[in-house]
């Protein structure tokens, strides 16, 4: 009896001095490693709940277990002292200042360079029957000049943005016209929102007055993104040179005057529904019965009515009440061009992820990209009347997207567009991506190569949509001796690398 008393009084000094002393100890040990290992490589982490945690316990552990132990002799404790003072306030500067300090590593190569890509663009010409035009500018992050810039390049070459009276072109003052953008992603995941601005101001000053509508649009799956559970249409952290201007501001700026709306199709997304014309009035997703033949993927597409009351089936058009009306309907597909860790590259036609319910088709779609599905799902829905590529800032790190925190992207500076999706693909990819990745000394390009026709390959699965779209009738190429450039140096850079 006695003995138990002793062992367990025993047991007791023993978890007694090890909680306060060896354990605070490891406890104070791990905060500061963990730390400086976590942070070291990407020093925006320090602002996370966890390393501010981690921070506050590491200063306290330096100051109640590290610093006592300079009682050894006055010069030791005069050194430890220091060596306590100029950890503290490293870890302090480092929590407080992580953006200073990511911008201040940039320039040593540690993450994306400061300044604007010196990327060689050029115009060419091209060859062949299947010819398809790529017009670009560069215009750094100044969106608004690049965008009008663009619409003046492409009317003097007779590709008119707008169309009127006995001029063909793309949006005419009363269509209705859905801005496909990527909200999935915050920061530089996303599509640049001074771009969708460019974009939306565009169009309301149409020649003939705008009295159409606009619809900022994404389908971010409500699953996976910045936050795990989908898109978002007002993150706190945008693509833009002022990062709180998200997609809602955008709305907001231009909705006092004109008809524009956003909407985010993760609200349906997982709502199946039937068309206006058989008798179903509800928002929701149309989702085809048997999946495709030649890529496997099943095809599905938003129907929805917008806070105008304007009744839209992506597929089908604008619904009144008896016939759709196709040709008012207009798609301006605006993808964000960076690196995929699963596909290589993402631009125009991946794009059209944000167009299908993954859910629906019980995570389908995404599974058949690889096999040339979004090429399908253009095709047998509605192709994008312009595709236009938002390069401003790029992600060409090889494997590393589809998400990009600020410090990962580059600054190429550029935007372009094109009718055809898969050249611009090919054109952004080859020019833009792998040039930068070349700059940067990102590394191995491969899995950002158009020209690769291994099997899962970015090459190989915008090959496979490429055949889907021509087999529907689409003058589409993914050869670059077939693209056709237009180039403009709206602010042009001096001694370009090569």
Known sequence: MVYNEVMRRKILSLEKWWTSRFGWFLIGFASLLWFFIRSGPKPSRSTYPCQ????????????????????????????????????????????????????????????????????????REAAGLRASTVYANRAGTDAGTGFARLIE??????????????????????????????????????TNSDLVAAIVKGIVMHPDGFRGEIVIAD??????????????????????????????????????????????????????????????????????????????????????????????????GIWDGSVYDSSRLKIINVPVLKSHFIYGATGAVKHYMGVVSNRLTKHNAHRKVGTGGMGTQM?????????????????????????????????????????????????????????????????????????????????HWLSLSMDEMRRAGFNVTNDIDEIRVLFEDAFPIESPRR
Not at 65 to 91: D, E, K, N, Q
Not at 103 to 112: D, E, K, P
Not at 400 to 411: K, Q
């Open 219 to 316: 389908n971010g799956q409500a699953q996976y993104g910045s936050d795990g559970d989908g898109g978002r249409l007002d993150w706190e952290k945008n693509n833009a040179t002022d990062k709180s201007l998200s997609y809602v501001d955008v709305e907001r700026r231009f909705s006092k005057q004109y008809r524009v709306s956003t909407y985010l199709w993760d609200a349906i997304t997982l709502t199946k529904v039937e068309e206006y014309a058989d008798g179903d009035d509800r928002d929701g997703y149309i989702v085809a019965d048997m999946p495709s033949s030649k890529t496997g993927i099943i095809v599905s597409y938003p129907k929805f009515a917008t806070e105008y009351g304007t009744k839209v089936s992506f597929a089908k």
């Open 52 to 123: 501010r945690m981690a921070s506050a316990n590491a200063v306290l552990w330096l100051s109640t277990v590290f610093v006592p132990l300079a009682g050894i002799s006055r010069a030791g404790r005069r050194f430890l002292w220091l060596i306590c003072v100029f950890v503290s306030v490293g870890i302090i500067y480092f929590t407080t200042n992580a953006p200073i300090v990511a911008n201040s590593l940039t320039r040593f190569g540690t993450g994306a360079s400061m300044g604007e890509m010196n990327l060689v663009i050029e115009t």
């Open 379 to 459: 095709a047998q829905t509605r192709m994008p009347d312009l595709n236009i590529l938002d390069a401003i800032w790029v992600n060409a790190r090889p494997k590393n997207g589809p998400s990009t925190p600020y410090e990962n992207a580059d600054l190429a500076g550029i935007i372009a567009a094109s009718r055809d999706p898969v050249a611009l693909d090919v054109w952004g990819a080859t020019e833009i991506l792998m040039q930068t990745a070349r700059l940067q000394n990102y590394g191995d390009t491969k899995s950002m190569d158009p020209t690769s026709r291994t099997k899962g390959s970015f090459g």
């Open 153 to 190: 390049l492409m009317e003097q070459d007779g590709q008119n943005f707008y169309a009127r009276d006995e001029v063909p072109g793309i949006v005419a003052h009363n269509d209705v016209v859905i801005i496909k953008v990527n909200s999935q992603w915050d920061s530089r995941g996303g």
